[in-house]
């Protein structure tokens, strides 16, 4: 049987329209079922739009990283010479150094997160999902143009996990401790051009944690070469939040921060330019400024609105781009675009959150960064369909806990409409824990959807004095670099202390103690608060039964931590409460680690209204019913696969937006309640196989219907996509569900079976089932359904073309699915060259009136008679007409060692003979610049390359381009 068959089986055409639903796309009496469909939406008819570039000058530095898992020992220099030369600028050792051999490891793509292809190994710590994290190394080679020398480049490390050295061409350049704040390294003094090759190296030290969840290992986030003109805008340098007057009139002040790397002052001109959506010119500003050298500017201007605009809201999230340019004699040389939203925000001690003067209450969820097959290298569609995901269920906002995240989940937080709690990791006013608040405040404080941040999260030290000074230091940090946003602490106690750092902050955040906001309000009748987390309840996706021993948790919404309340019971304490701003719940998507309260065997949390893969548990339902107010909702639970318990009774829960609410057994009336939208509805129905309906109404009219089927036993399999379109720029990725169906289409929720994949024309990334539990690699082609469902996360290939996934199991029918690979595009990449060895550092010896030979050396510890040279500096001329010997030194790669290598000289000035090891190789009879080449045997050991020059009489000699070292 076809699958096209399957899904005819049945019901028809129906079916095969709603591909990818169980059940009738209708309800019997014509009205639309609700949004809530399990397991998951159709797939959306439309390719993910990209993400505008905001900054031209970056590329993707992404493709082509050696990855070494483990820590190299970097050997100590031995004797006074190299200890000598190995504290000098360029000269680090080991994996360091320019020239290592990096040629057997693996070669890897970012983002990438090592940890997620760990096993789970039960000494590993609890917190990280028992994986292993560990050291790790990372190197990658590159060219850059000779148009790009005099050029601001800088590298940008969106988010190393964690604790990161970093060096460019042999020289440390920067450190990073935390995994949530974004490296800049500017790149320009270190920077070679042309046929020179520059190389990355980066040691991880993922053994370093800085919180209690899941946090990955490795260049996690985006990496980017950036290029932009000596005078240019700085790195998160344009500051553009839009303002209203008293009066009700808009503008936007825009701040442009310029730095200048040229040998000469700069006076350039900057412009604002305010776009409408339709990316029409709606005002201008500019202004003139100086530039000194190696110093930075700041660029004031002020955008006034002619018209008031269209404002941004999370049902209507509107925005408009301002577009900064610098002009220098006239032409662009630089260009930022950022996207923008008129809002107005305020946290009232009585009313809430208002936005636009409206109150909203925050509908809000709290996020850790991983996901299924994934860990926390998430490309930036997956971070869209997360939010998606939560959209769907009426969710407004976001608190990011308890980091920074991704500057690509902000993006699409502006563009869905969801309001954001920005937090700070580190509760430390020390410089290095303060400048990454700030980098933070920087990156973050121009999009609309950002309307609070939050110095901490439940600090042990929030009740006392030092705690009080460090959140004052913090507070005046964040106040200096935006005063349009109030600032929180999310507190979990010391609320009553006489002491407390509550007294420092705009917005008092409550962590759980839900029973003590009535208390504090009333005791702080000034003062706004919010709960900044609440709920921790545990469900099992697809499970109606805890079984403690299985580490098993009925997803009915009964069971919480002692210090958190069910789904429901903590809502309904934030609902009936204007003076709470909104809750966040913990959490919107089941993470990797902190397993509660069930340890080893279990890898993940319970916690989340999704699971892992991003399927919806019964928490997503109910939060649907109780969040979503402009179309009816109703939602149906459990599954009706209970062949073996007839006549037994069931528990049926029912959750709606509307009036009142029926329930249905094989199109019999099981009686009609009023409709509880904090509690749900809830029947004991004694099992009976067919169909189980819930028909919620309104005015005696039916506005929605949800339904669960006794299905067959599985026959066959089904892949289910997000998108039935993706682009092919190289980059667009997405969830992919593998569900089975019985004989009549629909899915079987009970079935927990082994399922392998191939896949053309994407690539998968991962594979996950949502299961707690689960010991299953998440990396590979194959992954058993829990409860029901799989999922893999596929990228697509570039260019256009079809991808073709098929899913097989165990006497089940093969599932096909073709996606097409849109025309998009390609997102650019910087190039990766072939690997070769750079022979870069070289001795140069006193001019020799006659031809020295070849074994001339300095003696050992002479670091000034011979001068240290780089491949590519000429030889000044000298009167007299004279020898040279130049020496080199390198320890061949393991691909030269067995097969032996070429080295090419790419220009040399002067006759030249080349030895290599003591033997001459070959030899170069002109003195006007050229090319030598020779071949290196194969062989083990130290080489030492010795090139003999002769100079003519006043002209430019030795070693005036690269000197490479190919394997062959
Ligand atoms: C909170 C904490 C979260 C998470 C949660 C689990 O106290 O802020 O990070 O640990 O408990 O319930």
């Not at 009496?29 to 949004?35: A, K, N, R, Y």
């Not at 039935?724 to 009970?750: L, N």
Request: proline share 8%; glycine share 8%; with cysteine.
């Amino acid at each position: 049987m076809d699958r096209r068959e399957l899904l005819t089986g049945s019901a028809g055409g129906a079916l095969l329209l709603s591909f990818g639903r169980p059940l009738p796309a209708k309800a019997r009496d014509g009205t639309p079922i609700s949004d809530v469909n399990f397991p998951m939406p159709a797939p959306r008819n439309s390719v993910l739009p990209p993400l505008p570039r905001s900054d031209p000058s970056r590329t993707r530095l992404e493709l082509g990283w050696h990855f070494h898992e483990g820590d190299i020992h970097i050997p100590p220099p031995e004797g006074h010479h190299e200890t000598y030369l190995s504290v000098k600028a360029g000269n680090a050792r080991g994996p360091a150094a320019p020239d290592y051999d990096d040629s057997d490891w693996d070669v890897v793509r970012l983002p990438h997160d090592w940890a997620s292809a760990q096993p789970f190994v039960e000494t590993a710590n609890v917190s990280q999902g028992y994986r292993p994290r560990g050291i790790g190394w990372y190197r990658r080679r590159f060219r850059l143009d000779p148009a790009d020398d005099g050029k601001k480049l800088e590298l940008h490390f969106d988010g190393i996990a964690s604790n990161a050295t970093i060096w460019i061409n042999g020289n440390r350049v920067a450190h990073s401790w935390s995994a949530y704040s974004s490296v800049y390294v500017d790149l320009t003094p270190f920077a070679r051009f042309g046929d020179a090759m520059n190389v990355i190296a980066i040691r991880v030290d993922a053994t370093a944690m800085e919180g209690w969840w899941y946090e990955g290992a490795g260049l996690y986030r985006h990496a980017w070469l950036v290029r932009r003109a000596p005078c240019a805008i700085q790195s998160d340098g344009v500051h553009c939040d839009p303002r209203r007057d008293a009066q009700g009139r808009w503008h936007v002040p825009v701040t442009a921060t310029l730095a200048n790397v040229a040998r000469a002052v700069a006076s350039v001109t900057v412009t604002a330019e305010l776009l409408d959506p339709e990316g029409n010119s709606v005002a201008t500003a500019q202004a003139a400024i100086t530039v000194p050298v190696l110093e930075q500017a700041d660029a004031v201007m002020r955008i006034d609105l002619p018209a008031p605009p269209r404002l941004w809201s999370v049902d209507s999230p509107t925005l408009y781009t301002v577009r900064v340019r610098v002009l220098s004699d006239g032409q662009s040389v630089d260009e930022r675009s950022i996207a923008i939203g008129f809002r107005t925000i305020r946290f009232d001690a009585d009313r809430g959150f208002l936005l636009n003067g409206q109150p909203v209450k925050l509908k809000g969820v709290c996020l850790h960064q991983d996901h299924a097959g994934i860990g926390v290298a998430v490309p930036d569609a997956m971070l869209a369909w997360r939010l998606e995901r939560l959209k769907a269920m009426g969710c407004n906002a976001i608190r990011m806990s308890h980091n920074a995240p991704n500057a690509e989940l902000l993006d699409w937080c502006d563009r869905m409409g969801f309001l954001v709690m920005d937090e700070n990791r580190q509760f430390n006013p020390a410089p290095e824990p303060l400048a990454e608040l700030e980098w933070m405040v920087r990156r973050d404080r121009n999009h609309p959807s950002v309307i609070l941040w939050s110095v901490f999260n439940e600090e042990p030290m929030q009740g006392t004095e030092s705690g009080v000074e460090m959140v004052r230091r913090m507070v005046a940090a964040v106040r200096d670099l935006d005063d349009a946003r109030p600032i929180t602490a999310a507190m979990n106690g010391a609320f009553y202390d006489p002491v407390n750092v509550s007294s420092e902050v705009d917005v008092m955040g409550f962590n759980y103690y839900q029973d003590q906001y009535d208390k504090w309000h009333r005791l702080n009748p000034a003062m706004p608060m919010t709960s900044s987390e609440d709920t921790s309840a545990y469900e099992t996706r697809g499970a109606f039964k805890s079984d403690p021993d299985a580490h098993v948790i009925t997803s009915y919404d009964e069971e919480a931590t002692s210090w958190g309340n069910t789904h429901r019971a903590s809502w309904q304490m934030i609902a009936e409460r204007p003076f709470v701003a909104g809750g966040f719940v913990w959490t919107g998507f089941d993470y990797h680690g902190e397993p509660t309260p069930y340890a080893w065997p279990t890898i993940a949390s319970f916690f989340g209204i999704l699971d892992l893969c991003g399927f919806p548990k019964t928490a997503f339902g109910i939060h649907a019913a109780q969040w979503i107010d402009d179309r009816p909702v109703v939602f149906l639970t459990p599954h009706w696969n209970w062949q073996g318990k007839e006549g037994e009774d069931i528990k049926v829960f029912v959750i709606t937006n509307a009036e009142t609410v029926a329930l249905r057994l094989n199109g019999r009336d099981l009686g009609v309640q009023r409709a509880d939208r904090m509690t749900g509805n809830v029947w004991q129905i004694p099992f009976e196989p067919g169909r189980i309906e819930a028909i919620a109404m309104r005015g005696g009219k039916v506005v929605a219907s949800d339904a669960k089927d006794t299905t067959f036993a599985p026959v066959g399999l089904r892949l289910t996509p997000a998108r039935d379109r993706m682009a092919g720029d190289g980059i667009d990725c997405q969830p992919v569900t593998i569900d089975a169906i019985d004989a009549a289409g629909r899915h079987v929720p009970t079935a927990n079976l082994m399922t392998h994949f191939t896949v053309e024309g994407a690539e998968i990334l991962g594979v996950g089932n949502g299961n707690p539990n689960s010991h299953e690699s998440e990396k590979g082609n194959q992954r058993s359904l829990f409860n029901g469902l799989a999922q893999m996360i596929i990228r697509a290939d570039a260019g256009p073309g079809t991808i073709r996934i098929r899913a097989t199991a165990k006497d089940l029918e093969p599932a096909l699915l073709e996606i097409a690979r849109t025309d998009r595009p390609e997102v650019p990449q910087v190039a990766v060259p072939a690997a070769e060895l750079a022979l870069d550092n070289w001795r140069r010896s006193p001019v020799f009136i006659e031809r020295p030979e070849p074994d001339t050396a300095p003696a050992d510890g002479d670091n000034n008679s011979w001068a240290f040279v780089h491949a590519g500096t000429p030889t000044p001329a000298e009167d007299q007409p004279g020898w040279r010997v130049y020496r080199a030194s390198f320890a061949p790669w393991k691909r030269m060692v067995a097969k032996g290598a070429r080295i090419r000289f790419e220009r040399i000035a002067g006759s030249a003979e080349l030895w290599v090891d003591g033997v001459r190789t070959s030899r170069k009879n002109s003195a006007a610049p050229g090319p030598l080449t020779a071949t290196l045997p194969a062989g083990p050991g130290e080489r030492s390359v010795v090139l003999l020059v002769e100079a003519p009489k006043a002209r430019e000699s030795g070693i005036i381009g690269t000197v490479t070292v190919v394997p062959l």
